[in-house]
T-cell receptor
Framework: KAGVTQTPRYLIKTRGQQVTLSCSPI?????VSWYQQTPGQGLQFLFE???????NKGNFPGRFSGRQFSNSRSEMNVSTLELGDSALYLC????????????FGEGSRLTVL | GQQLNQSPQSMFIQEGEDVSMNCTSS?????WLWYKQDPGEGPVLLIA?????ELTSNGRLTAQFGITRKDSFLNISASIPSDVGIYFC???????????FGTGTRLKVLA
């Protein structure tokens, strides 16, 4: 079956711009979570959605936002980009509401110049 | 953000050797996951653990859910060059919805 699909895989933006990243979870999975990965900070939790509701949010500024659609697809948006936002953004999905196996996509590599 | 303590941070081993790494926390978890990540790619799920004391294998990999529910262990037997990568643990506390990740163990295998 198809895995978690993230688009775009690579993108370059300049400071002050905004970016939208997309994630299509595995079919049947209703939970989608987003993570930022940088060499110095490891995997940092951004937010998690289940059935279109944001249930958890990490310690990121309000410039980072997300949403989930009725088909479980999710998007995250970063406005007013800063150099420090350069990172690999990973999306993960799981079937259930609580515990369960978490599957990651390949990630979207964002470079801010 | 919150992260789990994972050790060792990195290790060089000879091909054919066994590898052990662990993840510890001060909190109790009800699920442990182990991942491998290659450069530029997303983490790939290796093993999932759901019960204290549970021992689960996936080929040459074996992981255990610690009895105290505050730790987990991953062993790789007879390592090969393609085992190179970063291994992450992830834990989920009961009643929460977000997994917490370990700091990663970078494995390098010398042929």
């Amino acid at each position: 079956k198809a895995g978690v699909t993230q688009t775009p895989r690579y993108l370059i933006k300049t400071r002050g711009q905004q970016v939208t990243l997309s994630c299509s979870p595995i079919s049947g999975h209703r939970s989608v979570s987003w993570y930022q990965q940088t060499p110095g900070q490891g995997l940092q939790f951004l937010f998690e959605y289940f059935s279109e509701t944001q249930r958890n949010k990490g310690n990121f500024p309000g410039r980072f936002s997300g949403r989930q659609f009725s088909n479980s697809r999710s998007e995250m948006n970063v406005s007013t980009l800063e150099l420090g936002d350069s990172a690999l953004y990973l999306c993960a999905s799981k079937r259930g509401e609580d515990t369960g196996e978490l599957f990651f996509g390949e990630g979207s590599r964002l470079t801010v110049l | 953000g919150q992260q789990l303590n994972q050790s060792p941070q990195s290790m060089f081993i000879q091909e054919g050797e066994d590898v052990s790494m662990n993840c510890t926390s001060s909190s109790i978890f009800n699920t442990w996951l182990w991942y491998k990540q290659d450069p530029g790619e997303g983490p790939v799920l290796l093993i999932a653990l759901y019960k204290a004391g549970e021992l689960t294998s996936n080929g040459r990999l074996t992981a255990q859910f610690g009895i105290t529910r505050k730790d987990s262990f991953l062993n790789i037997s007879a390592s090969i060059p393609s085992d190179v990568g970063i291994y992450f643990c992830a834990g989920l506390r009961s009643g929460t919805y977000k997994y917490i990740f370990g700091t990663g163990t970078r494995l390098k295998v010398l042929a």
